[in-house]
T-cell receptor, first 113, second 115 residues
């Protein structure tokens, strides 16, 4: 069984500030971990994924995430927020190829000017 | 860039009616999925489809639901007799099956409203 918890349903940062979105997972098998972003009226777009090749994963738009097995975490960060980063962010876990994704509850990121 | 498309973007139906939600996955993809998101809740997996049969399904995917790939391009989700609690955003996704971790590409969703 797999589950994902995203701490903070809403996060607000100022433009230029650090973005930190938290994700903790539980999985009975080595997990594959994903971050997706959803802009208004659009589908889910992949930001990055953990492939087990490296614990620090770089994604699109300057985002990165670090897999920490000891903490069962996969937090998403970006050094400097832009207004265009305002969206909903979803962390997800799967167990193998072609397998279902289990999503966290999502975090809505707001960026203040 | 290839993308998953879904029609309609919004469907309104009366309770008890049948609805068919349509998806066109990315053309060379082999796995197809349906997820749903009830307003204010998590995105939930419904079903995956591979090689013309259901690969995996969740407890939500009961006898009221069915999926079909009627031709080489479309992938449909049918709800036979809609209930109020079926109101949700339904997302279609597809993946290539290039080995784990397989990236699922999502469509923009169909918002289903059951009255």
């Amino acid at each position: 069984a797999q589950s994902v918890t995203q701490l903070g349903s809403h996060v607000s940062v100022s433009e230029g500030a650090l973005v930190l979105l938290r994700c903790n997972y539980s999985s009975s098998v080595p997990p594959y971990l994903f971050w997706y972003v959803q802009y208004p009226n659009q589908g889910l777009q992949l930001l990055l994924k953990y492939t087990s090749a490296a614990t620090l994963v770089k994604g699109i738009n300057g985002f990165e995430a670090e897999f920490k097995k000891s903490e069962t975490s996969f937090h998403l960060t970006k050094p400097s927020a832009h207004m265009s980063d305002a969206a909903e962010y979803f962390c997800a876990v799967s167990g193998s190829a072609g397998n279902m994704l289990t999503f966290g509850g999502g975090t809505r990121l707001m960026v203040k000017p | 860039e290839p993308e998953v498309t879904q029609t309609p973007s919004h469907q309104v139906t009366q309770m008890g009616q049948e609805v068919i939600l349509r998806c066109v996955p990315i053309s060379n993809h082999l796995y197809f999925y349906w997820y749903r998101q009830i307003l204010g809740q998590k995105v939930e997996f419904l079903v995956s489809f591979y090689n013309n049969e259901i690969s995996e399904k969740s407890e939500i995917f009961d006898d009221q639901f069915s999926v079909e790939r009627p031709d080489g391009s479309n992938f449909t989700l049918k709800i036979r007799s809609t209930k109020l609690e079926d109101s949700a955003m339904y997302f279609c996704a597809s993946s290539e099956d290039r080995g784990a971790p397989d990236t699922q590409y999502f469509g923009p969703g169909t918002r289903l409203t059951v009255l």
